[in-house]
């Protein structure tokens, strides 16, 4: 089972991706949190990128797709996987398929960008985990403590009004060519493609994936 999520930031990717991943037992593979990794590790990568991040620009091409070359090659994703957040651009689609990498399915998330603003800066996150809880729709049990560990929450730093807008406008860029890209590949029979309305509640689009991923 090798699944893309596309969508803009925000709708929820990264919320479902957790869902089908344990469900699916294959590892769920985020660019996002593979680059905040390596800024907190501050290595050669994390240097390059920490100010691209923060201000809500793409990484480049190269630099996203060594790193899913590289980790697609690990033993755990031999029955499969999940990326979400990945690929942002035709040429990290074709990163993909010039390396024989095969897909099964693209689940898209769509919602009106008006709404994503809410979604966005009400995001809280358990850095150690990854862990994706919102102060308004997906609260945690004690404010600003993570669930299991009772660690602190974090607002990303590129979830901050100015980030937010300059993400909006990267994905408004690029994304229109890359569905057009993954509606091509399904009209020759590569992948199977599904569109997703992300302003539904959580279990109502985990149940609707639910339901694609079984066909
Ligand atoms: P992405 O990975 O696409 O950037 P996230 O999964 O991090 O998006 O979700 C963004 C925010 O919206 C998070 O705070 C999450 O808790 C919340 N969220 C995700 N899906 C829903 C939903 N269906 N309804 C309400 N809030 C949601
Ligand atoms: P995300 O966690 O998916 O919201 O990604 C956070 C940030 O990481 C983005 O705003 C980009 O700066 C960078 N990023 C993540 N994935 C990619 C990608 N596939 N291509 C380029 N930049 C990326």
Redesign the pocket.
Known sequence: MRIILL?A???????QGKFIAEKHKIPQISTGDMLRESIDLKNKIGITIKNVIEEGKLVSDDIVCNLIKERIRKKDCINGFLL?GFPRTVKQAFCLSKNKIKIDYVLE?IMPHQSILE??S??RIHLQSGR???VK??PPKNKDKDDITGEPLIQRKDDKLESIKNRLEEYKKTHHLLVKHYIYEKKIGNVKYFQID?M???SL?KEKIDMILEK
């Open positions: 969508g930031p925000g709708t929820g990717k990264g919320t979400d998330f979604r966005i009400g995001r994706i809880y919102h729709f997906s992300a539904n509640e959580l689009i």
